[in-house]
C-alpha cells in the first residue's frame, strides 16, 4: 500500500536521504531502526510531504503522491504522529482530537469512539489543556489524535521516546490491538528492541541516510543488533 522508490531528500542544499526504498503492505507493522541522526525522521517527514523528495517516487494505494502536498496526503489516509508529539499545549484535550478531524472530512458524527476508547486516561481529561498533559499522556494524545481520521496508514515517530514503562505498555497494547484488526498499516520509527520484536512484521535498519539491512522480523536476530544497532 506504500511503495517508496529511490527517493533522495534532506533539508536545502544538504542530502540526508539517499536511495531509499521501502514497502509497507495492508496490514503490516513495518519497522524503521538506527541511531540517533541516521533519517529516520526525514524519511516520516518525506513520506508525509512535509519534506520533497529530490527523486524517486512514493506511491500509496497504487497512486503516485510523490508531489502531492500533506494535507492531501492526510485526506487519502495517512495519518502521521510526529517525533516529539507536537499537541497544541494552549487548546483542550478535545480540541486537539477535533484538529485530528480536519485531515480527513470524510469522517462523520466527530471524533470515533473507537480512537478515544484504547486511551482510557484521556476521556477524563478531556477540558484540560493539552499543554497540562504529562509527556506520556500527549504521546497517547497525539496518537489518539492521529487515529480520529481513521487512517489506513499510520506513520509514528518514536513514540516511545521518553516515555514511562507503563505508558510504554498501553501503546504496545494498542498497536497490537491495530494490527490485530487488520484495518490499519504502520510505519513505525523505534529505538527499543524488544517494542520492534513484539509489533513488528518486517524492519529496515537506516544508516548515514541509507538501507543496510532488512527483513522479516524472524531474521532480526543478535547479529543483525550487534552490527547495526549496538553502540
Ligand atoms: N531542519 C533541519 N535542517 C537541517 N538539517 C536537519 C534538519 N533536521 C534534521 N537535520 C539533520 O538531518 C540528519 C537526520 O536527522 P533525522 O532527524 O532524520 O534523524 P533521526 O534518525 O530521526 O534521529 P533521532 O533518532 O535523533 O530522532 C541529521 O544529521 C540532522 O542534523
Ligand atoms: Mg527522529
Redesign the pocket.
Known amino acids: 500500500m506504500l511503495s517508496v522508490k529511490q527517493i533522495e531528500s534532506?533539508?536545502?542544499e544538504?542530502i540526508?536521504l539517499r536511495d531509499v526504498s521501502i514497502e509497507v503492505k495492508p496490514g503490516q507493522v513495518v519497522c524503521i531502526m538506527?541511531?540517533?541522526?541516521?533519517?529516520?525522521?526525514?524519511?516520516t517527514k518525506t513520506i508525509m510531504g512535509a519534506l520533497k523528495s529530490k527523486t524517486g517516487s512514493i506511491s500509496y494505494n497504487n497512486q503516485d503522491i510523490t508531489k502531492l502536498p500533506p494535507y492531501e496526503r492526510s485526506r487519502l489516509g495517512i495519518g502521521y504522529v510526529p517525533?516529539g508529539r507536537e499537541i497544541f499545549a494552549q487548546l483542550t484535550v478535545q480540541e486537539n482530537l477535533l484538529l485530528g478531524l480536519e485531515a480527513n472530512r470524510t469522517v462523520k458524527n466527530g471524533v470515533p469512539q473507537s480512537s478515544i476508547e484504547k486511551f482510557p486516561v484521556l476521556s477524563s481529561m478531556y477540558n484540560r489543556k493539552g499543554g497540562d498533559l504529562s509527556g506520556g499522556q500527549q504521546q497517547q494524545l497525539a496518537f489518539a489524535r492521529a487515529l480520529a481520521s481513521k487512517p489506513k496508514l499510520l506513520l509514528l515517530?518514536?513514540p516511545t521516546e521518553g516515555i514511562q514503562p507503563s505508558i510504554v505498555q498501553d501503546i504496545q497494547d494498542v498497536i497490537r490491538g491495530i494490527k490485530a484488526q487488520g484495518e490499519t498499516a504502520i510505519l513505525l520509527?523505534e529505538?527499543s528492541i524488544d517494542f520492534v520484536k513484539s509489533v513488528a512484521d518486517y524492519y529496515y535498519i537506516?544508516e548515514k541516510g541509507a538501507i543496510v539491512a532488512e527483513g522479516t522480523i524472524e531474521t532480526f536476530d543478535d547479529a543483525v543488533v550487534r552490527q547495526h544497532l549496538v553502540v
Do not use: A, P
Not at 541522526?37 to 526525514?42: E, F, H, N, Q, S
Open positions: 534532506g533539508y536545502g544538504s540526508i538506527g541511531r540517533n541522526g541516521v533519517g529516520k525522521t526525514t524519511l517525533q515517530d518514536e520509527v529505538q537506516i
